[in-house]
């Protein structure tokens, strides 16, 4: 049952589609808030129906998107959860792949938040959630270079934008989730089942690394988002959340 822990917060939350963000979406919506869902991919977004959410997509990439976005939902939490996996190691890495990537997995947030501390900052406070990654500063990961690099100034950026604001009611943490269960993951899968010569094989060498023995749900995650979201973690701010099943242990 809910408890209405975020009652009368409005949640803006980008890459709702699917995995995380669609979790997270209807764990903040179930907990009371008025959820704000955006997407690229409309689509999938008309399949996000609950009460408590409306769905509008938004091009993260795009500042007037942004700006239009932040307009519409007067975020009081903030959930940037937009990114990209590229696979390979620094000798795979080509230029257009790391302009990519540092524009939707950094600026991109980047640009959400420039968008949404004013208003957050008249209003008196917010929560700001970026989705890192343990594959970051915290631990190294194989043929992870650009994303575990990106995730890694997420972090930066997150507690600097953190100390900036301490004083003036805002709040910016980041999750750094191990491997979860999602379309995107099952994705990636099956790309590395396609070198391996089994789907089967590439699972194997996935859940192999998770000293749990399996990935985390995105639900799992979605509960760290809500206590981030609510006025239970008010006193954490500039932290970079863990929550790997053991992996970086």
Known sequence: MAHQRLAGKRALVSAAAQGIGRASALAMADEGAQVFATDVNADALAELEHPGIETFEMDVRDADAVAEGVARSKPDVLFNCAGYVHAGSILDASDDEWDFAFDLNVRSMMRMMKAALPGMLERGGGSIINMSSACSSVIGAPNRFIYGTTKAAVIGMTK????????????????????????????????????????????????????????????????????????ESAFTTGQAHVIDGGWSG
């Not at 999602?182 to 089942?193: F, T």
């Not at 399996?214 to 006025?231: C, H, N, Q, S, T």
């Open 160 to 231: 600097s934008v953190a100390v900036d604001y301490i004083t003036q009611g805002i709040r910016c943490n980041c999750i750094c989730p191990g491997t979860v269960e999602s379309p995107s993951w099952h994705d990636r899968v099956r790309e590395l089942g396609e070198s391996l010569g089994s789907y089967e094989a590439a699972l194997e060498q996935f859940v192999s690394r998770q000293p749990m023995g399996r990935v985390a749900k995105a639900e799992e995650i979605a509960a760290l988002v809500v206590y981030l979201a609510g006025d």
